[in-house]
């Protein structure tokens, strides 16, 4: 069976501070994907990023990082320097042979970013 | 963006009829999702399809069917509308499974009451 916790329910930060998102995840397959989707008060899903499990290396992407480890099945999401703009709903999702390779969503991470 | 129309956006409908909730696309791409979002469960999967008139059910598949006739429609039904299936409903593609490519692209999503 495949498992995405996201144990933060709610997040609440000023702007200008940095915050991590937390992704734990479970799963039999050895070779599986890992996801980060971002929800807007719009309402649309926007990919993110997409990690292979044979792909430890960290990314970068501008205010955005990823720490993936496999070591305590953790991915998770670091935002710099927050800004109001990336108040929004973020959703971790994990791919894999057990689920058919459908994405398999945690229950989302709400982050405000205040003035 | 990702060619991926829902319709219809909202809709409001009584229990006990059929509904039915399209999404098309114009990419191509092999595999289709409807995932439904409910509050305090992030996105379930509903049902998937891998190609033209193959499709499988997905976690929460109870209540609704699903048809896919030509590559670009997979079409989603709710046979007997209940209260509980009020969600908002959201169709994605997928190009591949289980490569680099596994990314899923997401439709603006269709809003559903069932009063």
């Known amino acids: 069976a495949q498992k995405v916790t996201q144990a933060q329910t709610e997040i609440s930060v000023v702007e200008k501070e940095d915050v991590t998102l937390d992704c734990v995840y479970e799963?039999?397959?050895?070779?599986?994907?890992l996801f980060w989707y971002k929800q807007p008060p719009s309402g649309e899903l926007v990919f993110l990023i997409r990690?292979?499990?044979?792909?430890?290396q960290n990314e970068i992407s501008g205010r955005y990082s990823w720490n993936f480890q496999k070591s305590t099945s953790s991915f998770n999401f670091t935002i710099t320097a927050s800004q109001v703009v990336d108040s929004a709903v973020y959703f971790c999702?994990?791919?894999?042979?057990?689920?058919?390779?459908?994405?398999?969503f945690g229950k989302g991470t709400s982050l405000l970013v205040t003035p | 963006d990702a060619g991926i129309t829902q319709s219809p956006r909202h809709k409001v409908t009584e229990t006990g009829t059929p509904v039915t909730l399209r999404c098309h696309q114009t990419?191509?791409?092999?595999?289709m999702y409807w995932y439904r979002q409910d509050p305090g469960h992030g996105l379930r999967l509903i049902h998937y399809?891998?190609?033209?008139?193959?499709?499988d059910k997905g976690e929460v598949s109870d209540g609704y069917s699903v048809s896919r006739s030509k590559t670009e429609d997979f079409l989603l039904t709710l046979e007997s509308a209940t209260s509980s299936q009020t969600s908002v409903y959201f169709c994605?593609?997928?190009?591949?499974?289980?490569?680099?490519?596994?990314?899923?692209?997401f439709g603006q999503g269709t809003r559903l009451t069932v009063v």
């Open positions: 994605a593609i997928s190009e591949s499974l289980g490569t680099a490519n596994t990314e899923a692209f």
């Open positions: 799963t039999r397959d050895t070779t599986y994907y």
């Open positions: 990690r292979n499990s044979f792909d430890e």
């Open positions: 999702a994990l791919s894999g042979s057990a689920s058919g390779y459908a994405l398999n």
């Open positions: 990419e191509n791409h092999r595999y």
């Open positions: 399809s891998y190609g033209v008139k193959d499709t």
